[in-house]
Nanobody, 116 residues
Framework: QVQLAESGGGLVQAGGSLRLSCVAS????????MSWFRQAPGKDREFVAA????????YHAASVKGRFTISRDNAKNTVYLQMNNLEPEDTAVYYC?????????WGQGTHVTVSS
């Protein structure tokens, strides 16, 4: 069982940066592929990025590739999402989860608002 807690969201102007963090409980964290998803107002939740257990392999959605970077620190049970050159279209609630996702692991998410 894993419990996830996201943080780091906020209000930022277009072109700005934020770094999101997701802290996981449980010693099994390092065995999981981890991912970030987001849900914009009125839209379905969508995949953003994923990272394998070692951090060597990463995958980013086309909409964020080149601007966002997923990483992890297994010693801290934490996965990060560095978001640069933010756009108003990135406004959403951001969630972390394993990959494939486990419904029981969805947390409260962290809100990101990008103003134009």
């Amino acid at each position: 069982q894993v419990q996830l807690a996201e943080s780091g969201g906020g209000l930022v102007q277009a072109g700005g940066s934020l770094r999101l963090s997701c802290v996981a409980s449980g010693r099994a964290f390092r065995s999981y592929i981890m991912s970030w998803f987001r849900q914009a107002p009125g839209k379905d939740r969508e995949f953003v990025a994923a990272i394998n257990w070692s951090g060597v392999e990463t995958y980013h959605a086309a909409s964020v590739k080149g601007r966002f970077t997923i990483s992890r620190d297994n010693a801290k049970n934490t996965v990060y999402l560095q978001m640069n050159n933010l756009e108003p279209e990135d406004t959403a609630v951001y969630y972390c989860n394993t990959y494939p996702v486990a419904q029981a692991y969805w947390g409260q998410g962290t809100h990101v608002t990008v103003s134009s």
